[in-house]
């Protein structure tokens, strides 16, 4: 059975989540707490997300975000025990139903560059590449949400391009999770401490090549005190990427942005 999503139905969400990325390329295994952060900011609506259930357990999902018309895939997943019967595709058409009834304009999701076969599900329903995403780690040489809103409205004219959904400045204000922003007039970062993620990064044009992107790092890896994550950066953007390799970050995924039109 088929059905739309509930918050009631979190555990077993969570449940499923789980087994379904178990075998995934890039390890997934967030707790209940982790999960929720994770939906949070990602802007989850379960009422335009869907399941397929047998009896009372999950064993296929979409779970979407929606935002000023775009949807958002948070996440897709079948169980192993259940692949290759089409219930991704169920999923995937039931939520297009909902988010077309809601007023999507269009759909976003991200695809591992390597699972060819989802990226070859998601075409032929309609989805094309947009651009390619990055995902990186650096661990080093050896009131947050008003600084943060503040921060990215007025320095987006540092940015060479539009962060992905999971960094965007949207995505942050719907974060519980604490986060620190750091910088000045001529860049900043902002860090999650608990995660060591970092979704945001930009230095003032003309005050690039001086050591200041170097110099948030550094920061920003002392305060979280682990790895920075530094995921889905558009591979588009040429200088990003030059300086994340000269400051020895290591590229650990690659995938693939891909967008329908719903309307």
């Not at 996440?75 to 809601?102: F, K």
């Not at 943060?148 to 519980?176: G, I, Y």
Request: glycine share 8%; charged share 25%.
């Amino acid at each position: 059975m088929i059905r739309t999503l509930r918050f009631d139905d979190f555990d077993e969400i969570h449940r499923a989540f789980l087994e379904a990325f178990s075998d995934y390329v890039v390890p997934m295994h967030p707790s209940a707490e982790a999960l929720r952060e994770m939906f949070t900011r990602r802007g989850w609506a379960p009422e335009l997300s869907s399941g397929v259930f047998e009896a009372e357990r999950l064993v296929a999902f979409t779970l979407n975000g929606f935002d000023d018309g775009v949807g958002y895939d948070t996440g897709s997943g079948v169980i192993p025990t259940h692949r290759r019967r089409g219930l991704a595709r169920q999923t995937m058409e039931h939520s297009i139903e909902l988010l077309r009834v809601a007023g999507a304009q269009r759909y976003v999701l991200e695809v591992l560059e390597a699972n060819v076969g989802a990226a070859a599900l998601y075409r032929g329903m309609g989805f094309r590449k947009t651009r390619g995403l990055d995902c990186w780690t650096w661990s080093g040489d050896g009131s947050e949400h008003t600084k943060a809103a503040a921060a990215a409205a007025a320095l987006q004219t540092f940015w060479d391009v539009q962060p992905s959904w999971q960094n965007s400045t949207a995505s942050l204000m719907r974060a519980r999770d604490r986060f620190v922003t750091i910088g000045d007039d001529d860049g900043y970062a902002i860090v999650f401490p608990s995660t060591g993620d970092l979704p945001q990064l930009a230095v003032k044009h003309e005050a690039r090549r001086n050591g200041i992107g170097r110099r948030l790092l550094e920061s920003a890896f002392a305060i979280a005190e682990k790895p920075l994550r530094i995921i889905n950066v558009d591979s588009r953007d040429e200088g990003i990427t030059a300086f994340l390799e000269a400051v020895g970050a290591k590229r650990f995924v690659r995938q693939i942005e891909m967008a329908a039109p719903l309307q």
